[in-house]
């Protein structure tokens, strides 16, 4: 239960780390869409560890399959089902954890909830390689809600202590992938991958946050009271692993400001209605407001770090020390740059097709 | 659309500031439990402009007519339709607003959603009131989950500048309500009622933090990959109006963290696997560990304020001047509290119902 | 569970037969819909049981009153509402079928699945009352349809052993409602009368089959391979109390049939796509393909009939013998007749919003 | 949209026929099923056309591969993705009917509600091979139905003219499989098979009706009032292509009858409260009663024949004749008895988990 999301681009996502497969099934991707298995290949790529700094020496080749809904170079109105093969497993170090779980991981958690038959090797269905199902979701939707000029693009504002100013949306739409934090600024970026070379060296990990902004969103998707543009974007990003907070425009800063202060101004521009700031994120009372939708999401460090650790034993109920094995990332920051963007993709493209946005384009 | 949430433990909200009614139609409350309208009309109290600091003039009596579903004391099994019907309004004053809308507010989204057909009355479907109806079904929620053992508390962290440090919950569950910021440290309540008179005074309004704590969860419950224990949380958090941000255990904090630091050491106790540090907020995988479920909302000041502001004539296409009048909260966060709680019953209820624990209990 | 229906147009059924109210609630009604509470009492009275033949002698006024989602004549966009108070309620009479369960009815199911807490009094939740709320929603949902020019007429084929020929779907429409039996050809009508008393003399009860026809849909509507119009109409028609059978088009005759005899063959008209004869009853792939769209609801005798019935004491767990008192309705299949309609339109308009069709007739 | 179905045991279908594969998505399948590949092929077999009468010259290995959700032979909690790919497959045929729809099928819906994008080589997603993933699902939830003992079995009752008398359940259970039309009476099954051998021989095709029981059921499944048991069964089987009638218990006669013929007498039997007879086919409320649950199908003849149809050119707009090449069934009923088998049991795993029932046989 769980696996799916959206109720009119629903995204089914399926398979394990150490499994055969990690995949995805879109059901609602309206037909006559040109798509090609390279432009989801590029999406994926720009999530593979060898990338993106701070990443896991597990190097997988990803090559997506799409198998269902594709014919003749066009989307055909049935399900979409992509996927990858595994190919780069190695569970060996991972019977250890099996019965000596993982601070900070899922390994406890799933072992409760499955009563200890979930697949433990490589996190299994906790792993970070699952998101990279969201990305072949998400590479789908960005290119449909691009039928209607939304675009989507995220970048790094913070790792660890090292925090990015304000960047002009045009650098970051051309130039993120070619920082390997995912930071335009030349300056903080090398900053960033200093402290994830710091970490790593001392055998640690390291959070960070990640900041994304919609583009050319038009005014009314959403739907109030429950299935708000912020609550059903929330979901998502909750959905991508070590997220712990989301928060949109003026976000927790907000707590501290007066309405006076807050609120913003409405005025007409070239006969359109605009706002002259925008701490609501281009979001009211769960509508979109044809502002920029901005979100910030925040990462913890990576669970897995070399340290010894304080666990238990499952088996014989007593206290354990847990040294973890295995190939992990330092920083998972870089990597879930295209995950942000693909769960924002996924949950507008959601919101565009229940306002009728897209079915028109495409028609 | 997107007026219901849960999936076992359904909430449909109905209703208008100045309409009728509100209320909520619950679908999936199991038979048997013993309910009286008294204990959810105690609820609804709490969140009364007059019980809490910063609250609005407007003084609904907002009794509680419970309509279907309970039968000689007991839930049937049946939907549960409860309301309370609006008395007090004076909507003389938002005519104007039906074509300026208010900075901050929804009004405009609104208006362009529903092309202009939107009951504008007091914010319509986007009024402070609306949340009525979810304290009314959180109530239910709050006393299937006592069954299990599993109690919800929430309180005032923030309002404005001023911040209060670390409760204890026992405290927090005794004498919250008798704050009328909803805080229970009393030197840190009478600065944040000074907050709240100064900007009052002022014309203007304030935000906040809501620190909500769930305790006695057990194991096992959230879905991954999508229906997590947080994604769902703050997807109910975001549907309370105002709020801007959502975060568990560390939150934004962790981004600044190292592994080392953030994991939480587990270990045995009384038989029991806990951890000793609860970074995690009680949630790991997106499933809930057994400590304690910790979450921080972040609320941005009421956008209705007496000063003058800059809006737009809907009519005209130009730049136009607003000064709202009616009766408004100066700060919406105490009365917020008791719908941060309701929001987390009924979440934590849609997933306990998911896991079995409720049918057990009642059965 | 279980209470609502309809994906983008759900309608959320509420009450009791012989508690304060039966309701529903509509979530997705587009706003801009003229409206008046006019036009659903009309709707409604149409299975008051003084207007049909075969009804009950409880007789409910059933006024309509509509408590949210509507402001100045139209609909706002916001949840629809609706309920009739219980005025005529005789409970009495209930008190010895608690626990002696009546032989047809789902007073044994009720009681296990429920626990005992079921209302038991004129059924409960499983009364024939609580279609009034669906007839309500229908009206709505009619309203929308007719927007496209989409129109849905039932009428009674079958009561016992009386069968009506096929009739002109003018003539249904025009004239249904002017028969006590739903039945538009005279002869025949008179006959179904006759059959109903005869039955009733003997304390008995009789069965029928309604069929429905909805005209003017365009092709296109329904979703393979789950959720076709066939499997979704067919789910709203089970949800009408007694119905035991449901076909479309050729139905159950086409089990005998050739492919050569059955296949609709398809020509050119008007340079539109139609089929030459309907055997598909307008579906194809559960997919509508131009053609009126057909469908035969069969309903089993009223469950509540005046003879003594064998039983069981569910707190004795003995046999006993039952004689039903209250009042019941000799044949349901008149009164069923608008309900039949209503989920007909209420699940059309549903797909009719998936495929985008009713919003572009509003805007 | 519309490729999934269920609540807590959800199927997404996904595939088609002359596409890379045939599969399906499972999620919701607890965790601890032993599970095995070899049990699924075994009931994908069964609808082979080489193992019954009627069917298509098309032999496909229908190699089935589970690529996730198992681990050490046991389910994991996560979803189940299970495929076969397509081998056997010659596309050329179906040019001719890209702009020339075969009457009786959904090339003219597909084409119109994809415009035109649809995969219709073999009939793409409207083929008869897309329920071979309904069987491999099916079995799954067979076996969870059985830790509770619930049993599924379906026979032929009807292929044209020719009618089975009722047959005995022991008998059904055992011997359906070793018949080639799936109906246990051998002389009845010979008349069939010669039924099918000679509208084979005229280039014809033929359609039938299955009858499937489902045993053990314990009383309290289904929800009312709109996710009945009959709603969500019938939508179920709606889903199989074909099929143009549902009915429960007495069904279409139920219509002639009087409430004293049909009402079912309670009676305690071991101390357990049973029926006398089984008109309600095991449901009253829409909730299982405990009595077998019992249901027929009819299907319509097979679209594909051999003789020449009229048809229209979909480019031209012109009037066409048609004449259909490829590989097809006689007559469906047999290769449906297995499906029908899946669906039923699909939907009661999908209620058995609502009520809490299959969870704890697991645990």
Chains 1, 2, 3, 4 share one sequence.
Not at 131 to 150: E, R, Y
Not at 165 to 182: A, E, F, T
Not at 228 to 246: H, M, N, Q, R, S
Request: charged share 20%; glycine share 12%; with cysteine.
């Amino acid at each position: 239960m769980g696996n799916s999301i959206g109720k009119l681009f629903t995204v089914t996502s399926f398979g394990e780390s150490h499994g055969r497969c990690v995949g995805v099934v879109i059901d609602g991707c309206p037909a006559g869409l040109p798509l090609t298995v390279k432009e989801i290949q590029q999406a994926v790529d720009r999530r593979k560890p060898e990338a993106a700094a701070g990443g896991t020496a597990r190097h997988e080749a990803d090559k997506v399959e799409v198998i269902s809904g594709l014919f003749n170079g066009f989307t055909t109105g049935a399900p979409v089902c992509m996927l990858a093969w595994n190919k780069n497993t190695d569970s060996s170090v991972y019977e250890e954890i099996k019965l000596t779980p993982r601070p900070g991981h899922a390994d406890y958690t799933a072992f409760i909830k499955y009563g200890g038959f979930n697949d433990y090797r490589g996190g299994g269905r906790f792993s970070g390689r699952i998101p990279a199902g969201f990305v072949m979701a998400g590479a789908v939707a960005a290119k449909l809600l691009k039928l209607s000029g939304i675009e989507v693009a995220a970048y790094t504002v913070q790792i660890g202590n090292v925090k990015a100013g304000p960047q002009p949306v045009s650098k970051i739409k051309r130039d993120v992938y070619k920082s390997p934090v995912r930071c335009v600024d030349p300056a903080t970026s090398a900053r960033m991958m200093a402290a994830i070379e710091k970490v790593k060296a001392e055998g640690d990990s390291i959070g960070g946050i990640v900041e994304v902004i919609a583009l050319n969103v038009p005014s009314g998707l959403g739907e109030p009271v429950f299935d708000t543009l912020e609550g059903d974007l929330a979901k998502a990003y909750f959905a991508i692993p070590a997220v712990k907070g989301v928060e949109f425009g003026s976000g927790f800063t907000a707590a501290g400001m007066k309405g006076s202060q807050h609120n913003d101004p409405l005025a007409i521009k070239n006969n359109k209605v605009i706002t002259l700031t925008n701490n609501s994120g281009g979001i009211a009372g769960g509508i979109s407001n044809g502002m920029p939708v901005t979100a910030r999401i925040a990462f913890k460090p990576t669970a897995s770090i070399a340290k010894v650790q304080k666990s238990v034993n499952m088996d014989t109920r007593k206290n354990a020390e847990l040294t973890i094995r295995g190939r992990h990332d330092t920083c998972i920051v870089p990597r879930a740059v295209p995950v942000v963007e693909s769960m924002t993709a996924i949950t507008l493209c959601d919101f565009a097709l229940r306002a009728g946005i897209i079915r028109e384009v495409i028609e």
